[in-house]
């Protein structure tokens, strides 16, 4: 099974800030690396596909960057509405979410 | 505007089973794979299994295999997610989510359903 490991865990920043989460694979997945955004007690809202593709609809402050291991979510000039937690998700072999990264406002 | 609607909270004896129900409504297409994901209380997400609706064929996580069926009805456009040998460990809310193109991306997602497992 492929393993996928965000870091952080957690993070606190201020509105406008930039903010970057990293996940890593255990094994290479090509670009079949998808983002999902939840807040408390609501199902999880697809971000970004295919590790830098945009939904229609999401805000262009979230941008994905990686192939391979490595891969990155981007939220730039963060706004109150992005807090929550943050789970990738790699559908390369069967499928398999990292543990989350949960973004709190400060 | 696609939606999944899916049956309500259940509460379950250890040991019994468990049956979800996940109905696409809403654009032109019908949704061409529907994926279960469950989330333990305060937990993260975990990829249960999908199935693909036109064909009905299911692929399982291998911790779940033998004890999880997906179907479907293409008729109804509604999935099912039945679990076995239920245990306080499958307390959880399952989620249904469609993959529109059999890629793993997940567009749209269902409610969510609590399962209570609980004697």
Redesign the interface.
């Known amino acids: 099974?492929i393993q996928l490991t965000q870091s952080p865990s957690s993070l606190s920043a201020s509105i406008g800030d930039r903010v970057t989460i990293t996940c890593r694979a255990s094994q290479s997945i090509s670009t079949?690396l998808?983002w999902?955004q939840?807040k408390p007690g609501k199902?999880?809202?697809?971000l970004i596909?295919?590790a830098s593709g945009l939904?229609d609809g999401v805000p262009s402050r979230f941008s994905g960057s990686g192939t391979g291991t490595e891969f990155s979510l981007t939220i730039v000039n963060l706004q109150p509405e992005d807090s929550a937690t943050y789970?990738c998700?790699?559908?390369?072999l069967?499928?398999?979410?990292?543990?989350?990264t949960k973004v709190e406002i400060k | 505007q696609v939606q999944l609607v899916q049956s309500g909270a259940e509460v379950k004896t250890p040991g019994s089973s468990m049956r979800v129900s996940c109905q696409a409504s809403g654009g032109t297409f019908v949704p061409s794979t529907i994926t279960w994901v469950r989330q333990a209380p305060g937990q993260g997400l975990e990829w249960m299994g999908s199935i693909i609706l036109s064909l009905g064929k299911p692929k399982y996580a291998h911790k779940f295999q033998d004890r999880v069926s997906l179907t479907a009805d293409k008729s109804t456009t509604t999935a099912y997610m039945e679990l076995t040998g239920l245990t306080s460990d499958d307390t959880a809310v399952y989620y249904c989510a469609r993959d529109p193109n059999e890629t793993g991306t997940l567009d749209y997602w269902g409610q969510g359903t609590l399962v209570t497992v609980s004697s």
Do not use: C, L, R, V
């Open positions: 099974d079949y998808h999902y939840q199902p999880p809202k697809f596909y295919h939904p789970y998700q790699q559908s390369y069967m499928n398999s979410f990292g543990q989350g």
